[in-house]
């Protein structure tokens, strides 16, 4: 029932945003003299209508859409002699009722940011959890625990904000930090006013801070993760460890670690509301170690960057880095750093089944002092599953495993395997005992059978449980000048990571499956409405402002479309014929139409996997 509740609630939002949105074309359009024959909400067959005046309004069952529908747009389009026809209108006319429903998109954004605070919110806190090495927090003397009170002078409300107030500005650029150190022995805190400039990361620049992160596990990488086995489900907050509170993910880390060596650990865990024990015994918990690894995969370009002028793009593989056949990530870096700077660093590639040769020069970027290429990397987790280092001696040696062996199946009756973790399962179902494997080798099937070594723990660990970011309520705003600041704040700050994701993914910097479409939204949505009403009403700022900016797209059928003829009409003193336009509107839908079935196809995979 109350997901049902959640559903309506996404329902509504969704509703809000369309009628404004549709609002917006509808009032310029009258201001201006345009005629509005139709004003719909929602697309698809009518369930009530009523006219008004000159217009038709109705409201239809699919609750995604709506529309406007303006006369005689063209000058060849039905009704295109009502002198009252929207392409009568001077150019700039047009352009502000084409406009209207982002800016008011735009608007709705503000007032939902406005809101949320009032209603009540949690943000992820602005406290350090750890520096990265290397990059400027560390250099600077940032320590995990410390709070981050303002930058630049401005009250910072969450860490989310500040990652990206760094990330929309160049590397290189200054910002004035206030912290907050946590005084010894319930000792007032410690202020700290110190100065950093950011430095180019793998995909955006950045400081270098990493969140504190919750007790709160939010997913698992691999099924053999130790507190996986110990019974802690995703979702469950860890309270104690061996009757020490613990409220971060350091805390807890370091009770674990402190814990002596194949003793039992007490657990104390909060679980869907209610509060239970767990008593783990260390030597009931086993580790499968195949002696192999995953290749390395990049993640991420920096935009610039000498991996960037190389050509690199998210997705090659990596099969050698100088005379280094299979590296692995670490191997990348430390074969990179090590080089003098200017020094040429030689790639092969695996780029869509296809072998690239690529070289680049290191260079020493923006807030860094060794040289890089500007990569991030990661496992190469996905299909095909193909094999990377092999460790000497190991499991995969053994069974005859070499780099680049492609996995095809695996398990009695040979089960294919599109990914490690399809892979993972099967090796640990097999409980130790040997598991057949058909490989692909230079385009010939061979086959073998591998017996992972299963190695008991000797104490618990947080190996391969992902936490989730430490959340702190957010203080109720009344004040309507500050909460109007907060709102159009954090609206501008959207609008800047939402033009940033769209450049990345149209430079091929971040990969197209990041993308979401209409079930992620739902997903989302359901999620983020389970936190509070504060909570959803934020959400509907970031989806406005991702539909408005969307929505502002040069190209049909979008809105920006509209305007790009409008401007195309104008430069040419002549409208562009019907049949050119209607042909290029019709290639734009089926363009949107056959994108959001692609993304909605991914979006039920990731649901069902």
């Known amino acids: 029932m109350q997901t049902v509740l959640y559903v309506i609630e996404i329902v509504i939002g969704l509703g809000v945003i369309i009628f404004v949105h549709e609002l917006g074309h509808f009032l310029t359009a009258k201001r201006f003299g345009v005629r509005v024959r139709r004003f719909a909400l929602g697309m698809g067959p009518i369930i009530v209508k009523w006219v008004r005046g000159e217009t038709e309004y109705s409201l239809r069952w699919v609750p995604i859409g709506g529309f406007v529908d303006l006369a005689g747009e063209h000058p060849d ?24 429903g982002v800016v008011m998109n735009a608007l709705l954004a503000v007032v939902f940011f406005i809101l949320a605070p009032v209603a009540g919110v949690q943000v992820p806190v602005p406290v350090v959890g750890g520096v990265v090495p290397g990059m400027p927090a560390e250099k600077a003397g940032l320590e995990p625990g410390d709070r981050i009170g303002s930058i630049n002078g401005h009250p910072l409300e969450s860490f989310e904000d500040l990652i990206w107030m760094v990330a929309l500005r160049d590397a290189g650029t200054s910002f004035d930090l206030r912290i907050e150190r946590p005084g010894a022995d319930a000792a007032p805190p410690e202020i700290l006013d110190v100065t950093m400039a950011s430095a180019a990361g793998p995909l955006v620049p950045m400081l270098g801070i990493m969140p504190e992160q919750s007790t709160v596990v939010a997913r698992y990488a691999g099924r053999d993760a130790p507190m996986r086995q110990a019974g802690v489900q995703e979702g469950d907050r860890i309270l104690a460890a061996n009757g020490k509170e613990v409220s971060t993910w350091r805390d807890l880390d370091k009770v674990l670690s402190a814990a002596p060596a194949k003793e039992p650990v007490v657990l104390a865990i909060e679980r869907k509301g209610e509060k239970q024990e767990l008593r783990v015994v260390p030597g009931d918990l086993k580790t ?75 260079a020493v970027l923006p807030g860094k002092d060794y040289p890089r290429i500007g990569l991030a990397m990661d496992p190469a987790l996905g299909p095909p599953l193909q094999v990377g280092h092999v460790d000497a001696g190991g499991p995969a040696d053994k069974a005859g495993l070499m780099p680049g062996d492609i996995i095809v199946a695996a398990g009695e009756g040979g089960k294919p395997v599109k990914d490690w973790e399809a892979l993972a399962e099967i090796l640990i179902d097999a409980g130790g005992k040997k598991v057949p494997l058909l490989v692909e080798r230079g385009g010939k099937p061979l086959s073998t059978n591998l017996q992972p070594t299963v190695v008991p723990l000797e104490r618990l660990t947080l190996v391969g449980a992902i936490p989730d970011a430490l959340y702190g309520p957010l203080p109720r705003i009344y004040n309507p000048v500050v909460a109007g600041e907060r709102g159009v704040r954090r609206t501008m700050l959207w609008l800047g990571r939402v033009y940033m994701n769209l450049r990345q993914i149209l430079v091929g910097q971040v990969s197209t499956k ?35 900016v969307l929505n502002f797209l040069p190209m049909p059928p979008f809105d920006g479309g509209h305007v790009l003829f409008v401007l195309i009409d104008a430069v040419k003193r002549k409208p562009v014929s019907m049949k050119v336009r209607t042909a290029i509107w019709i290639a734009g839908w089926v363009a949107v139409g056959l994108l959001l079935l692609v993304v909605t196809y991914r979006d039920i995979l990731r649901v069902v996997s």
């Open 77 to 100: 389009a039905e009704e295109a002699d009502d002198p009252r026809g929207l392409w009568r209108r001077p150019a700039w006319q047009r352009i502000v009722v084409f406009s209207a």
């Open 514 to 548: 990041a993308v979401g479409g209409p079930v992620a939204i739902v997903q989302w949505s359901v999620a983020i409405a389970s936190h509070g009403f504060g909570a959803f009403l934020d959400f509907l700022g970031m989806l406005t402002v991702s539909i408005a």
């Open 288 to 362: 499968h170690d195949y002696g192999m690894v995953p290749p390395t995969e990049v993640k991420g370009v920096e935009p610039l960057s000498p991996a960037a002028e190389a050509g690199l793009e998210p997705g090659d593989r990596i099969l050698a880095v100088q005379d280094k056949r299979w590296p692995t990530a670490e191997e990348l870096a430390n074969t990179v750093k090590a080089s003098d700077k200017g020094a040429e660093i030689r790639l092969e590639l695996s780029r869509k089944g296809k072998v690239v040769a690529v070289a680049c020069r290191t």
